[in-house]
């Protein structure tokens, strides 16, 4: 399986998720099967995006792309870091 991992400061939450949640059927049809939204503990708008994909090069191809970065301006997002994995192992303690 393959994942992507967004650490991203946003501007406003509430803002920045409007558009999250509008963006979902983009992101569906891009590859993306499923999500997690996670904050830091002392900071709320600063964001992680975990997600899993269809293949990393799906995924390369919808984070990189003119159109994401323009999204990602108008939500507000500050200088995004993409992290790009493919699973090694999974287990349940």
């Known amino acids: 399986m393959e994942y992507v991992l967004i650490i991203h400061e946003v501007e406003d939450y509430d803002a920045w998720k409007k558009i999250f949640d509008d ?3 983009i992101r569906k049809s891009a590859g993306e099967l499923s999500y997690q939204v996670l904050k830091l503990d002392n900071n ?18 919808f984070f990189e792309s003119d159109k994401l970065v323009e ?8 200088a995004p870091e993409f992290i790009y994995l493919e699973q090694l192992e999974e287990g349940v303690l």
């Open 23 to 25: 963006a979902a059927p």
């Open 44 to 61: 709320a708008n600063k964001i992680v995006h975990f997600s899993k994909w269809t293949s990393l090069s799906n995924a390369k191809a």
């Open 71 to 78: 999204i990602r301006k108008q939500a507000g997002v500050k």
